[in-house]
């Protein structure tokens, strides 16, 4: 039991590093509960299901975050969903991500859903994240006046 807790704990430390490391600092919700930064977080929702106010997860992890968060209806905010897998000896393995834009009313805009990652290493970044769902201005053509 002892060494099962321990690399749970190894293996929270290296996900939280490897998130940190892709520009992903915010603060995350875990099964939609426990807000916190993503270590704060992942070890209230274990509490939880120890103590029973949370339920176990049967489908593996959910985590949610905002890359980008704003309440001017002229910006949109930025919403990140990964569903992660958890095995002891495989440590977390981010199954698929839902990236998307919404506005101050919820409404969803632009979308993005990268399914099937095969290995953490191939998670974008946060600005690349990003980048997948913001409308890109398009370049004005310059009309030349004669």
Wanted: charged fraction near 25%.
């Amino acid at each position: 039991m002892r060494n099962d807790l321990e690399r749970l704990l190894e293996n929270i430390d290296g996900f939280d590093r490897l998130l940190k490391s892709k520009g992903y600092e915010g603060y995350f919700l875990t099964n939609a509960a426990c807000p916190g930064r993503f270590r704060e977080s992942i070890m209230d929702y274990i509490y939880g299901i120890i103590a029973g106010t949370e339920s176990h997860a049967k489908t593996g992890l959910s985590f949610s975050t905002y890359l980008r968060w704003s309440a001017d209806p002229e910006y949109s905010s930025i919403h990140l969903n990964m569903d992660v897998d958890y095995s002891r000896m495989q440590s977390f393995q981010v199954r698929e991500m839902t990236i998307r834009t919404e506005n101050i009313y919820g409404e969803t805009g632009n979308e993005k859903k990268i399914e099937n990652i095969q290995g953490n290493h191939k998670i974008p970044d946060c600005n690349q994240a990003m980048n997948m769902v913001l409308n890109k201005p398009k370049k004005q053509s310059r009309i030349r006046k004669i």
